[in-house]
């Protein structure tokens, strides 16, 4: 459970929360990585236990203080090494099982677990097969029939209570250790009844939370929006009242936490759509105090941090401020090996582009001196992203220190005076 304990804000408007999970305290900023199959669980939680027989600290990830699953993708992932039926799998969980390395590792080293919902992409071809390998464990018969066929599901569907109750029900069966409310997108095209949507399922999931999972705490409200809400900006007639009324609603909900996601965001590879982010970020933390965790958002949270963004989430090895300025990353900027995060250059490059390790990492070191090519498949997959997940680390706290006695230009300066991506930057500070 994240308790916020305290709030130190600072003059040039960052801040620092103090927080709890399972009696562990930290600070804030934070970064919790979308565990996908690419990033593979298994390899987050080595990386957690190698920093801690380096240097017997379990702070060593202090800014990595839990983790995102989508809900169409927890059954793959916590259930990849095991070959039973998913009936038998889940008995099995019940049990203990296999889920309990990944469970007890959440517990040792006090951090979150979040299921995000992610039922505004039940629509979207791409999650489809995820969403139908939990079957009914995660949804409602008619609804798995309708998804079987390819068919749209409507937002009545999955407002129904017993969609609901699965939905928060998944989570608390896959241990999370707070629920996120089922939400579905806002759009432009009828704020008035999409954002109706999104607070009827936050409050029924409330309701239901109190009436059959009383040991939890009430859901963590999503204010989940399309992009192009961002473009509809504040000073344009006519268009103010969407951001107006989105952020009034959810001003009015009394949550220790708030999630943001913004959905269709890298359509568009103009930097306007930063900027409206930006003002759109403003324009919630002059109404809502409440922390906010930005889910899916790359290293422009550094921007946002200074507007009083506490945590976000993004998957990892993925979001370089290049491929956030420009378009998505082009079919030849991929490696099907995986990209790998440079440290100060805020870029992400091909296996085959590098010679050698340019970092001195503990899960890079032991390779640092064989050739990139050299190194295996296998290897490379798994250093990659436990080199990711350091380097954030490595960044926030970076960013942290400077923030407090600094300018945001002078405390990213300082961390990636190296980055040709630098001016991407520098266009929102
Ligand atoms: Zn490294």
């Known amino acids: 459970m994240i308790n916020i304990t305290k709030e130190t804000p600072y003059e040039n408007g960052s801040r620092i929360l103090k927080f709890k ?37 379990k702070e060593n990830f202090e800014h990595v203080p839990g983790f995102v699953m989508e809900s169409d993708s927890v059954l793959s992932m916590l259930n990849s090494d095991l070959t039973l039926s998913r009936q038998s799998r889940l008995s099995q969980r019940n049990e203990g099982g296999t889920f309990n390395g990944f469970f007890d590792f959440i517990k040792e080293y006090g951090m979150a677990f979040l299921i995000d919902p992610n039922l505004d992409r039940i629509n979207n071809g791409a999650y489809r097969n995820g969403f139908l390998k939990t079957g009914e464990n995660l949804l409602t018969k008619e609804i798995k029939d309708l998804l079987n066929k390819k068919e749209k599901i409507s937002v009545s569907l999955l407002k129904e209570p017993e969609m609901m109750r699965k939905s928060l029900f998944f989570q608390i069966n896959f241990k999370a250790t707070d629920l996120v409310a089922p939400y579905t997108q806002i759009e432009l095209k009828d704020v008035e009844g999409t954002l109706k949507n999104s607070i009827e399922m936050y409050n029924s999931s409330n309701e239901l939370i109190r009436k059959f ?3 939890y705490f009430p859901a963590i409200p999503v204010m989940c929006i399309r992009k192009n809400i961002l473009d509809a900006r504040p ?16 001003s009015k909900i009394e949550s220790p936490l708030l999630i943001l996601k913004i959905t269709d965001f890298s359509t568009k590879s103009k930097d306007e759509k930063y900027d409206n982010l930006k003002s759109f970020f403003q324009e919630i933390k002059k109404k809502i105090k409440k922390p906010i965790l930005f889910l899916n958002m790359n290293e422009f949270s550094y921007i946002l941090f200074r507007d009083g963004l506490d945590f976000y989430s993004s998957a990892m090895g993925k979001g370089s401020l290049k491929s956030m300025a420009g378009a998505n990353l082009s079919e030849d900027q991929r490696d099907s090996d995986g990209l790998y995060y440079v440290l100060r250059e805020m870029r992400n490059v091909k296996k085959r582009d590098l010679k050698k390790l340019p970092c001195h990492c503990p899960y890079c070191t032991p390779f640092s001196k064989i050739p990139v090519d050299e190194i295996e498949t296998l ?30 230009r002078a405390a990213l300066w300082s961390m990636f005076a190296d980055s040709k991506e630098w001016k991407n930057f520098t266009n929102f500070i």
């Open 21 to 57: 999970i399972n009696k562990i305290e930290r600070e804030s900023p934070g970064y919790f990585p979308l565990l996908d199959r690419v990033a593979d669980p298994r390899n987050v939680m080595d990386a957690f236990m190698l920093m801690e027989k380096e240097s017997k600290d």
């Open 213 to 215: 999972w009383k040991n």
């Open 235 to 250: 000073d344009k007639d006519g268009k103010r009242k969407a951001w107006e009324s989105i952020i009034e609603e959810f």
């Open 379 to 408: 290897d490379w997959r798994a250093l990659r992203i436990k080199h990711y997940v350091w380097c954030k680390n490595v960044e926030i706290e970076h960013l942290q220190k400077e923030l407090k006695g600094n300018s945001l």
